[in-house]
């Protein structure tokens, strides 16, 4: 009996996803809970695996379709297939043996597994797809093995170009330069709908950015005090800055509850929670996990989350649950060598707050001129929601907590 490979649930937020690469080919064997296709979205990769042992009978949507929640993907027959069901290429090599003119290839009537990159570079350059060593999983050819074969043809041809085609000495020869290639790939969905969103927030919102500096010496002196004793402390996670500014940004929030609302259309939505958005850097793209109730996480809490985001950003894991809603958002561009820039907008929040590199400048203190760490602070909000006058008391007050850190643990 058929099993129905449906995609997931999608929430709300996410309308629909993008078929982007099957691991698995009709009539091939599956074991349960063995990865079959991936489906991106403009916010997560979600995997799809097999339910039973079985065979996967029919794919109903191919790589590149666009998809639904729960629409069909393909059909699965569930049950212990025969070890060698899908392959019916011995039994052809057995019937008609392969060219004498090619011994080596005995799979030339096989068909090949290539992405949909690699597939049309090879149908553009009339190439033999058998001829192709594939590097992806399960021998796949990708877009990179069809170049390299390119180029190593090209290095054949030149080698061999002079002896069948000598030039004159009056004529240059053009050379071959690979310096100047060019590759044409789609935009990931992540990617485009990080582009439509920063787009929609500077043509609708009525943005402005306030800058302010922060003296960072108090909070490297507690943190060099205490990291060894807060390692062990909290079984390996280790103390940073990012910690420090979360706390002190629920407290300023609380103090002005304006930066911490949102706009839905004609009304304001002021939040009596505090959900801080965090961005970080994958290998997709930009995505923003969320600290949910940040007010009742300490700072060991705060930092072992936003390292466990970090890691699920790598990897690819994180959730669309755990990258939904936020009230107010953080991003450190300091961790890139960043000195001072303008962040833009996550709507419908009306605020967020960058970070940026701590560098070593001569300041004024006290009359006198002292070297000293110093970081510069962006807040970036819609003039439609905080004045700003609000807005400069809000980055005041945060660089008032930092400089004298025991005031984020008293709340004064």
Request: aromatic share 4%.
């Amino acid at each position: 009996m058929a099993i129905e490979i449906k995609a997931p649930t999608l929430p709300e937020s996410v309308p629909d996803g993008t078929i982007a690469t099957w691991y698995k080919q009709e009539g091939e064997s599956v074991s349960r809970d063995e990865l079959l296709v991936d489906i991106e979205t403009d916010k997560v990769l979600l995997e799809v695996v097999a339910p039973e042992n079985g065979v996967l009978q029919k794919i109903q949507k191919g790589e590149g379709d666009t998809i639904v929640s729960n629409e069909l993907l393909a059909l699965f027959e569930a049950g212990d297939a025969p070890a060698k069901a899908p392959d019916k290429s011995e039994d052809k090599a057995e019937e008609k043996p392969a060219p004498v003119a090619e011994p080596v290839v005995d799979n030339s009537n096989v068909e090949v597994l290539m992405s949909p990159a690699a597939k049309k570079l090879v149908e553009e350059n009339s190439l033999d797809a058998n001829s192709i060593k594939g590097s992806g999983k399960d021998g796949r050819v990708t877009k990179e093995d069809v170049l390299q074969h390119l180029e190593s043809a090209s290095s054949s041809a030149e080698v061999s170009a002079p002896a069948a085609a000598p030039v004159s000495s009056s004529t240059t020869p053009q050379p071959v330069s690979d310096d100047r290639a060019e590759e044409r790939v789609p935009m990931t969905r992540l990617r485009a709908k990080v582009a439509e969103r920063l787009l929609q927030a500077t043509n609708t919102t009525a943005m402005l950015t306030t800058f302010n500096e922060v003296n960072m010496q108090p909070v490297m002196d507690l943190r060099n005090k205490y990291k060894e004793m807060f390692e062990k402390k909290h079984e390996g996670t280790r103390l940073g800055f990012m910690s420090f500014f979360v706390r002190a940004s629920i407290e300023a929030l609380k103090q002005y509850p304006a930066v911490n609302a949102s706009i839905d259309g004609n009304d304001i939505i002021y939040h009596g929670y505090q959900d801080i958005g965090v961005a970080v850097s994958s290998p997709r793209g930009l995505v923003v996990p969320v600290l949910r109730d940040a007010d009742a996480m300490g700072l060991a809490d705060i930092e072992s989350t936003i390292r466990g985001f970090g890691e699920k950003a790598r990897d690819g894991k994180l959730t669309i649950e755990e990258m939904t809603g936020g009230t107010f958002t953080i991003s450190n561009g300091g961790v890139f060598g960043s000195l001072l820039s303008t962040p833009i907008l996550n709507p419908p929040q009306t605020a967020i707050l960058g970070m940026h590199k701590i560098q070593e400048r001569p300041m004024a203190v006290d009359g006198e001129v002292k070297i000293l760490p110093m970081m510069y602070l962006a807040l970036s909000y819609d003039h439609r929601m905080i004045d700003g006058k609000e807005a400069v008391q809000f980055l005041v007050t945060i660089k008032d907590l930092l400089e004298d850190p025991a005031r984020i643990l008293l709340e004064v």
